[in-house]
């Protein structure tokens, strides 16, 4: 059974603080992903990875980087947070393949940031 | 561009058949997912569509029309606890990031 665990459920910072969400899959996935999402947007994909130390941006990358030091884990960080990434975090894994796979989620991280 | 569209809010009663709609305009295509997503909870997968056609599982059932851009997902006897967030995803390319819709929300009234 595919686990997909967050560091935090619920997240509360201040403007300007360097905030850090962590992401651990267990299942040996190559690619993760970071979405955030927010009410009438849907899921909107920051940043995700094919492997160890690569990343490629999304399509709201802005004001977040990534790490990927080790396969399992996935790192989003908020160099400087601000009020408008109040929203929800929710990371994915899949495996890589010929074809498509679904993504397996983890339970979001409500991040507010005041 | 990419653009994935689906109505914001559905209402049905307990025990009735519904139907969510999708549509998409997307840069390529391998594959159209469906998740359910409960208030304040993770997306799980439903089903996936890549070739035109009816896919049943259980009381969910996914069809997808390639010329027409265009999907559904099918939920049959309702119960309330299939009161959730439905989304619709495209993937534009093998293997890689998807293109999510906004959701729609169902609500199951007794």
């Known amino acids: 059974d595919v686990k997909v665990t967050q560091s935090s459920r619920y997240l509360v910072k201040r403007t300007g603080e360097k905030v850090f969400l962590e992401c651990v899959q267990d299942?040996?996935?190559?690619?993760m992903f970071w979405y955030r999402q927010d009410p009438g947007l849907g899921l909107r994909l920051i940043y995700f990875s094919y492997d160890v130390k690569m990343k490629e941006k999304g399509d709201i990358p802005e004001g977040y980087s990534v790490s990927r030091e080790k396969k399992e884990r996935f790192s989003l960080i908020l160099e400087s947070a601000s009020t408008n990434q109040t929203s929800m975090y929710l990371c994915a894994s899949s495996p890589r393949g010929a074809g498509s796979y679904e993504q397996y989620f983890g339970p979001g991280t409500r991040l507010t940031v005041t | 561009g990419q653009n994935i569209d689906q109505p914001t809010e559905m209402t049905a009663t307990e025990g009735a058949i519904v139907q969510i709609n999708c549509t998409y305009q997307t840069s390529g295509f391998n594959g159209l997912f469906w998740y359910q997503q409960h208030a304040g909870e993770a997306p799980t997968f439903l089903s996936y569509?890549?070739?035109?056609g009816l896919e049943e599982k259980g009381r969910f059932s996914s069809f997808l029309s390639r010329s027409k851009g265009y999907s559904y997902l099918l939920l049959k006897e309702l119960q309330m606890k299939d009161s959730a967030s439905y989304l619709c995803?495209?993937?534009?390319?093998?293997?890689?990031?998807?293109?999510f819709g906004p959701g729609t929300r169902l609500s199951v009234l007794p």
């Open positions: 995803a495209v993937s534009p390319n093998y293997g890689q990031n998807f293109v």
């Open positions: 299942m040996d996935h190559e690619n």
């Open positions: 569509n890549v070739l035109d």
